[in-house]
């Protein structure tokens, strides 16, 4: 069965520095997403992106962090310079865009920052 | 906009009795829901959704979910509780009226624990 795969699984950070989320998504879906989940809590919308550009964002998703597809089966979150509250799972996912079919996540990667 | 409630944070039973988990929406269009499970570190396993016709929709492991209109409602159940349905349990919602690119809306989460 076709999955999303991400990597790393687990990234420690020092604050201030740039993290790079790698994903691939499942490749026939045209759509991407971000989503956060703070240890154990709601999984929190940050970004959609669809024919190389973002579709909708969060409030979440401010300056410090961009979205690149820069070839044609990675999805990458960029993070330019953490800051302490950054430390959460982050999870990709990805959809064929059709309304009533569910999105497929990855196994998530979760970001420490010191 | 499209919300989820789930008002339980944690629902702890005892295994072989039957489970419930509660979830109501909002949104303006028509709803389209889906149920999530997490299991200890790891990502968001899809169980079922519901998009339209018979109102009780059956998922994967045995969960079952059942759509009620009137009340907004979409509780997830299973007859028979294991201890490895022990996880975090997920209800998300999209506006069917918006496109499919409308990313799904989670609810907070509600932490099942089966007891042996």
């Known amino acids: 069965e076709p999955e999303v795969t991400q990597t790393p699984s687990h990234q420690v950070t020092q604050m201030g520095q740039e993290v790079i989320l790698r994903c691939v998504p499942i490749?026939?879906?045209?759509?991407f997403y971000w989503y956060r989940q703070i240890l154990g809590q709601k999984v929190e919308f940050l970004v959609s992106?669809?024919?190389?550009?973002?579709?909708?964002k969060s409030e979440i998703f401010d300056d410090q962090f961009s979205v690149e597809r820069p070839d044609g089966s990675n999805f990458t979150l960029k993070i330019r310079s953490t800051k302490l509250e950054d430390s959460a799972m982050y999870f990709c996912?990805?959809?064929?865009?059709?309304?009533?079919?569910?999105?497929?996540f990855g196994q998530g990667t979760r970001l420490t920052v010191v | 906009a499209q919300s989820v409630a789930q008002p339980e944070d944690q629902v702890n039973v005892a295994e072989g009795n039957p489970l419930t988990v509660k979830c109501t929406y909002s949104?303006?269009?028509?709803?389209?829901l889906f149920w999530y499970v997490q299991y200890p570190n790891r990502g968001l396993q899809f169980l079922l959704k519901?998009?339209?016709?018979?109102?009780l929709v059956k998922g994967s492991y045995g969960f079952e979910a059942e759509f009620n209109k009137s009340q907004t409602s979409f509780h997830l159940k299973k007859p028979s509780a294991l201890v490895s349905d022990s996880a975090l349990y997920f209800c998300?919602?999209?506006?069917?009226?918006?496109?499919?690119?409308?990313?799904?809306?989670f609810g907070k989460g509600t932490r099942l624990s089966v007891i042996a």
């Open positions: 996912a990805s959809s064929d865009g059709q309304v009533s079919t569910e999105a497929f």
């Open positions: 490749s026939n879906h045209l759509y």
């Open positions: 992106f669809y024919n190389n550009e973002i579709s909708e």
């Open positions: 949104v303006s269009g028509n709803p389209y």
């Open positions: 519901y998009i339209t016709g018979d109102n």
């Open positions: 998300a919602v999209r506006d069917g009226a918006n496109s499919g690119n409308t990313p799904l809306v």
